[in-house]
Each structure stands twice: as C-alpha cells, then as structure tokens.
C-alpha cells in the first residue's frame, strides 16, 4: 500500500442543474489522456459515494501531489451561470464528511485540504490566497469544514 498524507476535495466544476455520471466524468478524464478517473471518489448529488479508482492504485488528480494523496470529487460546483459556487447537497455533505472521517481513520494524520489549497505560493507568504490559486476548486473552503480528526476517546 502507497503512503498516504493527503485527502484532497474537488468538485466536477460541472453546474448545479446539470448532472454528470460517473461514466461521464470517466469520458470526461479518458478524453484528457488519463487511463480512467482520475479521482477515488465521487459523490453524486443525492449523496451516493462511487469508488472510482482503487486506492493503491496513484491519482491524477492534482499534479505533484497524486502519489501521496487520495481524491475525491462531488458532482458540481458551478452554480447555473457556470460561476464557481459551493453546490453541494445536503446528502453530499454528509457524504463527505462520512468519507473523510473513514478515511482518517485508516490513514491516520493526513492532512484534508482542496484543490485549490496546492496552488504555488507565488508571492512566498507560505499562505495561499485567492488571488494564486490555480483553479477555486472544490468552491467552498474546506478548512472552515468539520473534517478535522476526530480525538480518539
């Protein structure tokens, strides 16, 4: 099994009225030139969590952090004018906070962060700001979620 130390978040960047599949987004990554999804996880809009990729095998989900990172993509993240939007459902935040906390469990001390959190600090404040990231994936701020470990009782 590959070393873990990172849980990213992503969103499909797809809009909230629109569904993408699973066999979508596979499509979507093949036509990319990846060899399949490149993410672990995916969550639909009802809450449904997909394992697209198996964990031992290496992500391609965020470049320079793949081998050591697990991902996980919920369906959307554009609101209906194609901006970025946190468009997750209440299933799928539930969804997700369920697997992030299965997958602490078995990876413990891994850091949960998003796409957008691995964007390079182009001006070396050691603090990545909106104005550097790459791409707002996954929309929403995941250090503001609950997705810290959980303290062992």
Not at 77 to 86: E, N
Not at 89 to 110: M, S
């Amino acid at each position: 099994m590959r070393k873990i130390s990172l849980i990213v978040i992503h969103c499909s960047a797809t809009r909230e009225d629109k569904e993408l599949t699973a066999f979508d987004l596979d499509t979507m990554h093949r036509r990319r030139g990846f060899n399949g999804t490149g993410y672990h996880y995916y969550i639909r809009k009802d809450g449904t969590t997909l394992l697209t990729r198996p964990i031992e095998r290496i992500g391609a989900h965020v470049r320079g952090f793949n081998a050591e990172s697990i991902g996980i993509c919920y369906e959307g993240g554009l609101d209906c004018r194609g901006r970025p939007a946190d468009t997750r459902t209440p299933e799928q935040r539930a969804a997700l906070r369920l697997l992030v906390h299965q997958l602490q469990a078995k990876f413990p001390g891994c850091r949960v962060c998003g796409h957008r959190d691995l964007s390079p600090d182009r001006n070396g404040n050691g603090e990545i700001e909106p104005e550097e990231w790459i791409k707002a994936c996954p929309c929403f701020e995941v250090k503001e979620e609950s997705f810290q470990e959980q303290p062992s009782i």
